[in-house]
């Protein structure tokens, strides 16, 4: 405290701020990051493939809606149980698309166009998982009274050691790319600072064009699915 002349002690007092840790830190120019190098780099690997997913179609045309959808559903479970008979199991089954449309006569100058009758057609999805058997499901199909094989595509059941032979490729190149980079500019490469995989990168299935000859299946060669 501070005493006047003649009276009563009086208490003094100011503000005052002393630095804590943080903001001292805070108030220090930051440093400036190290220098580096980014590198990217795509690694790929090929795998054969063992499964395949096919479409199989079924069309019913009749005078009613009712009756295409009915005749459809019948041809549809014969094709099924001539799928099944193969070795597919009824997981391994399921529908796609299913629709009924009216089809039309040619219209007449004037008048209205007049429905003539009503078309079903059912698709299925088929996964075959021994791709030996392919060509004998198609035929199966077809042999049992389906109309249309759409496009098979092709794949791997397992590409995870696949995946990784690709992600070790893909940075023992960006390595390199990275290497050469720092050579060329005088210096030497230092410690790794981060790693990145994308995660969207996933196998892409192969699909072959299917040709129907008769009630033989046959297929181009199938090589081998990225």
Do not use: W
Request: glycine fraction near 10%.
């Amino acid at each position: 405290g501070i005493h006047t002349s003649g009276g009563d002690p009086v208490d003094v007092s100011a503000p005052c701020a002393v630095p804590s840790p943080s903001t001292a830190q805070a108030a220090q120019t930051p440093a400036a990051p190290p220098p580096y190098i980014a590198a990217s780099a795509i690694g790929e690997t090929r795998v054969t493939p063992d499964r395949a997913v096919v479409q199989v179609t079924v069309d019913s045309r009749a005078e009613s809606a009712a009756s295409a959808g009915a005749q459809n559903r019948d041809k549809q479970e014969r094709v099924i149980a001539a799928v099944k008979a193969q070795g597919v199991a009824a997981p391994q089954i399921r529908t796609s698309g299913y629709r009924v449309n009216p089809e039309y006569a040619e219209p007449e100058r004037g008048k209205s166009p007049r429905i003539t009758g009503y078309r079903a057609t059912n698709t299925v999805q088929v996964e075959v998982r021994s791709i030996e058997n392919l060509g004998k499901v198609i035929d199966a199909a077809l042999g049992a009274g389906a109309t249309n094989i759409g496009t098979v595509g092709l794949y791997a059941s397992n590409t995870d050691s696949a995946r990784r032979e690709a992600v070790k490729l893909a940075a023992t190149k960006a390595r390199g790319e990275a290497e050469s980079a720092a050579a060329a500019a005088g210096g030497t490469l230092g410690t790794m600072i981060e790693l990145i995989i994308d995660p969207g990168a996933i196998p892409r299935p192969l699909l072959q064009n299917v040709v129907v000859t008769g009630a033989a299946t046959s297929f181009g060669d199938t090589g081998d699915s990225g």
